[in-house]
C-alpha cells in the first residue's frame, strides 16, 4: 500500500465523450504525476502539478488537462475521447526537490469503444 | 532527450536460477535510474533506485541493481528467483528524481516456471 488512492478503478467511455479521473496523494506530498499506460507499453509521462500549477508536460494533446486541489488531491480530465485513449492511467506523488521517490496508485483502467 | 531500453522483452526462467533483466539508458545530463515491478492489474512498485554514490543498488525481494556509467547500462539481478517473481519489470530514468518527469522502458516480462 502506497497510500496514493485513485478512482474509479474501471470505466468505460465513448469515443467522444469526457472523462474525469480522480487521484489522492500520499499524506503530507505536494506533487502528483500522471502517466499514460498503453497495453504492453512502459508508463509516458502526461504532466506534474506542484502547488495547484502545472509543472511539466510531455507530449500529450491539449484535450489532456488537469487539476490539483489545496489539499494536493489531483483531477485528470480527458476530452473527445478518441479510441487509442484506451489505457491504464497511473497517479504518482512525491515530495518536492531533488532525489525524491515517487509512490503510485493502482491505476485506473480506461477503456473507450 | 533521455531514452531507456530494455533489452528483452520476455524473460522465461526456472524457478531458483538467477536472473538477469538488462536496462541501457541515454542522457546528456546526470540520471537517476530506477526500477519498478508491475503486477497484474496493480500499479508500479519501487524495486530499487540509484540516486548517486555506490554503483551496486541493493532492493526489495532480494534484487539488486548496478549502475554502470561507461556502459550506460542498469541491469536487474537476482540470484535466485520465484514464482512470486513473475511479473512486470519496467527500467526507468529521470534527471531530477523519481518525483519528476520519468521516462520509462517498455518493461521486460519474467516469467518463472517451476
Known amino acids: 500500500e502506497t497510500g496514493v488512492t485513485q478512482s474509479p478503478t474501471h470505466l468505460i467511455k465513448t469515443r467522444g465523450q469526457q472523462v474525469t479521473l480522480r487521484c489522492s496523494s500520499q499524506?503530507?506530498?505536494?506533487?502528483v504525476s500522471w502517466y499514460q499506460q498503453a497495453l504492453g507499453q512502459g508508463p509516458q509521462f502526461i504532466f506534474q502539478?506542484?502547488?495547484?500549477?502545472?509543472?511539466g508536460r510531455g507530449n500529450f494533446p491539449p484535450r489532456f488537462s488537469g487539476l490539483q486541489f489545496p489539499n494536493y488531491s489531483s483531477e485528470l480530465n480527458v476530452n473527445a475521447l478518441e479510441l487509442d485513449d484506451s489505457a491504464l492511467y497511473l497517479c504518482?506523488?512525491?515530495?518536492?526537490?531533488?532525489?525524491?521517490?515517487?509512490?503510485f496508485g493502482q491505476g485506473t483502467r480506461l477503456t473507450v469503444v | 532527450a533521455q531514452s531507456v531500453t530494455q533489452l528483452d522483452s520476455q524473460v522465461p526462467v526456472f524457478e531458483e536460477a538467477p536472473v538477469e533483466l538488462r536496462c541501457n539508458y541515454s542522457?546528456?545530463?546526470?540520471?537517476?535510474l530506477f526500477w519498478y515491478v508491475q503486477y497484474p492489474n496493480q500499479g508500479l512498485q519501487l524495486l530499487l533506485k540509484?540516486?548517486?554514490?555506490?554503483?551496486l543498488v541493493k532492493g526489495i525481494n532480494g534484487f539488486e541493481a548496478e549502475f554502470n556509467k561507461s556502459q550506460t547500462s542498469f541491469h536487474l539481478r537476482k540470484p535466485s528467483v520465484h514464482i512470486s517473481d513473475t511479473a512486470e519489470y519496467f527500467c526507468?530514468?529521470?534527471?531530477?528524481?523519481?518525483?519528476?518527469?520519468?521516462?520509462f522502458g517498455a518493461g521486460t516480462r519474467l516469467f518463472v516456471k517451476a
Open positions: 499524506s503530507g506530498h505536494n506533487t
Open positions: 542522457s546528456s545530463v546526470s540520471v537517476y
Open positions: 540509484y540516486l548517486s554514490g555506490s554503483t
Open positions: 504518482a506523488s512525491s515530495f518536492s526537490g531533488v532525489n525524491t521517490e515517487a509512490f
Open positions: 502539478y506542484y502547488r495547484e500549477e502545472e509543472n
Open positions: 526507468a530514468v529521470s534527471d531530477r528524481g523519481g518525483g519528476f518527469k520519468t521516462i
